[in-house]
């Protein structure tokens, strides 16, 4: 269904700069003032330079160059802002020692950097690699939908990088956890996107993530016993949206937290079913890898 703001009458009051703007004009200037804002954060020093050529050395095809940067991002540079718990990249004595960032280089050194401090790192190995990166601002649909007609920057906060390849732009989002490269969250799929530029912003459409890359698939061996009753294994595998959500249902769970959720799910379905052996696989390893994740049980 659509989002709830979507649906329920609501009333919003804001303080803005009154600058006599119409809507289109608006968003242009947005645009504008976006890239004038983060040109200089996401500008490549020496460091990132030789960074981004290592990186891609020996891979051809843009798309796994982008794949590998992203990659880079996701698993060698601890996100300060991900919460304690079993998903942390960090102790709590780690984060303390990690001073601010003033470039994707200073995150680089650090091997560490908040959300948009990661951002900015992949936008410049972008850049270093031959690419042409912009900051770009995208819905989020989960929220509720954008209506350019209103004239709000607050409507669309949230920040992704946006990548040329070919004739197109392609939104990388290497923060949020469990995507895939190219991969961004549900919520920001097929939206129309600000992308910056020195002259004036623009609008482009967010990518929706291939439908056999996002999938369910269930598989079972039973054994048909003399009494009527069933024998066998089952194995569950989820990719995707579906295997993200997930992940993020599962991985804070321990071994035994996990087996006693799943058994209560799946015999809350089939109330005589007796399981053992149960199994996650992946649970915590980012979906970037796209190996199946999911339970096998018997």
């Not at 819905?139 to 007609?149: A, K, Q």
């Amino acid at each position: 269904m659509p989002p709830e703001d979507q649906l329920r009458a609501w009333m919003l009051i804001y303080y803005e700069q009154d600058r006599k703007l119409d809507a289109d004009k608006y968003w242009k200037e947005t645009g504008k003032d976006d890239f004038a804002r983060y040109k200089p954060l996401i500008a490549a020093d020496g460091l990132v330079k030789r960074t981004a050529a290592e990186l891609v050395s020996g891979v051809d095809k843009p798309e796994e160059k982008l794949v590998a940067l992203d990659l880079f991002c996701r698993t060698k540079i601890a996100n300060v802002d991900q919460a304690i718990g079993a998903q942390s990249q960090l102790t709590a004595e780690q984060r303390r020692a990690i001073k601010e960032n003033h470039s994707p280089g200073d995150t680089l050194k650090q091997k560490a950097g908040h959300g948009m401090d990661i951002d900015y790192l992949f936008a410049a190995l972008a850049s270093a690699a031959g690419f042409e990166a912009r900051m770009a601002r995208v819905p989020d649909r989960g929220d509720t939908f954008l209506d350019r007609r209103r004239p709000v920057a607050a409507f669309i906060e949230n920040f992704s990088v946006a990548v040329k390849l070919g004739d197109k732009w392609v939104f990388y989002d290497p923060v949020s956890r469990f995507l895939e490269p190219g991969m961004l969250r549900w919520q920001e799929e097929g939206q129309q996107a600000l992308i910056s530029d020195p002259k004036e912003g623009f609008w482009a459409p967010s990518q929706h993530l291939e439908p056999d890359r996002s999938d369910r698939k269930h598989r079972a061996r039973f054994k048909l016993l003399a009494d009527g009753s069933l024998v066998g294994s089952v194995e569950y595998s989820y990719t995707g949206h579906p295997g993200r959500e997930h992940k993020f249902e599962y991985s804070e769970m321990t071994a035994a937290e996990q087996e006693e959720s799943w058994k209560k799910s799946l015999q809350g379905r089939l109330s005589s079913a007796e399981i053992s052996g149960l199994e996650m696989l992946n649970i915590r390893v980012s979906a970037e890898t796209r190996s199946p994740g999911g339970p096998r049980s018997s």
